[in-house]
């Protein structure tokens, strides 16, 4: 959680040089090889079916080619602190979606979708006037919200996926799809050499690459061999915290009395739909 949470601070330094499409384009067409590599090492990589591909696409799409493409381009509008808080919405919307499949939705679930509501409206304020369209984040809230969609789609159409192929190596699926679908963005921007880099912005993508695509991913997946998956899961809420101390002292990004108390009325709620 702790690598995760640092995410949204090199995302921000990586942007003072790089443009949101090449940053998100470089990072998975790093880490793609490096994850592949290690799923080969550990003799699992296996072709899939060909009747699956339409479905690995949607998963590309949902979780590495629109969810980092749309992320990217949030974190120039808004702040890490927002984003980290906003983008656990996810939760919602998968609490949401669970409701027309069927599940059974316990009222505090219920109670917990509409405090993450009004956690979000005091995040995206910023202040008591609830002036929406004026808050110089606003844009980027909103399409940090829309990101929260993006994972929760990609969270419910892998879940039957998971049946069939193991975590790892579907994920080397959607990493590689992922990263040749972001190449048209990437060229519609203007794709920047690498080698022009500055020392920060390489920092960041090693970062982003090695630590969040791969070494977390890893962590996670160790993780869930020796721990409950709500167990595991529960840390998550640890990374607006994390992010928060982070960008404090690294972007100097200031955490506001309404931003504190929206960013826990948001987690909590977000614990109750997932937990209940």
């Not at 590309?60 to 992320?71: D, F, I, K, M, P």
């Not at 912005?201 to 991913?217: E, F, Q, R």
Request: glycine share 6%.
């Amino acid at each position: 959680m702790l690598i995760w949470a640092g995410s949204f601070v090199f995302i921000k330094i990586g942007l003072e040089e790089i443009k949101p499409y090449n940053l998100a384009f470089y990072r998975f067409l790093i880490a793609s090889p490096l994850l592949l590599a290690f799923v080969i090492f550990k003799r699992k990589l296996k072709m899939f079916d060909s009747s699956d591909f339409f479905k690995i696409t949607i998963l590309a799409l949902t979780g590495v080619t629109l969810l980092y493409a749309v992320q990217f381009v949030a974190l120039t509008y808004t702040t890490a602190i927002n984003s980290s808080i906003l983008i656990n919405t996810c939760v919602i919307y998968i609490a949401v979606m669970s409701i027309f499949l069927g599940e059974k939705v316990s009222n505090l679930k219920i109670a917990g979708i509409i405090m993450s509501f009004f956690g979000v409206v005091m995040v995206v304020s910023k202040d008591y006037s609830f002036d929406f369209f004026t808050s110089k984040t606003i844009i980027g809230d909103v399409l940090m919200l829309f990101d929260g969609l993006l994972w929760a789609i990609y969270t419910i159409a892998g879940k039957s996926m998971l049946e069939k192929y193991s975590p790892d190596v579907l994920t080397v699926y959607v990493f590689v799809i992922g990263s040749v679908l972001l190449l048209p963005f990437a060229l519609y921007e203007g794709i920047v050499n690498p080698f022009n880099l500055s020392f920060n912005s390489w920092i960041s993508l090693i970062y982003l690459s090695l630590l969040c695509s791969v070494v977390a991913y890893v962590i996670w997946y160790s993780a869930l061999t020796s721990m409950e998956t709500t167990e595991v899961a529960a840390f998550v809420y640890l990374v607006p915290l994390f992010t928060a101390i982070m960008a404090f002292y690294v972007l100097k990004e200031e955490i506001g009395v309404l931003i504190a108390i929206g960013g826990f009325l948001t987690m909590l709620g977000i614990y109750m739909a997932e937990r209940y």
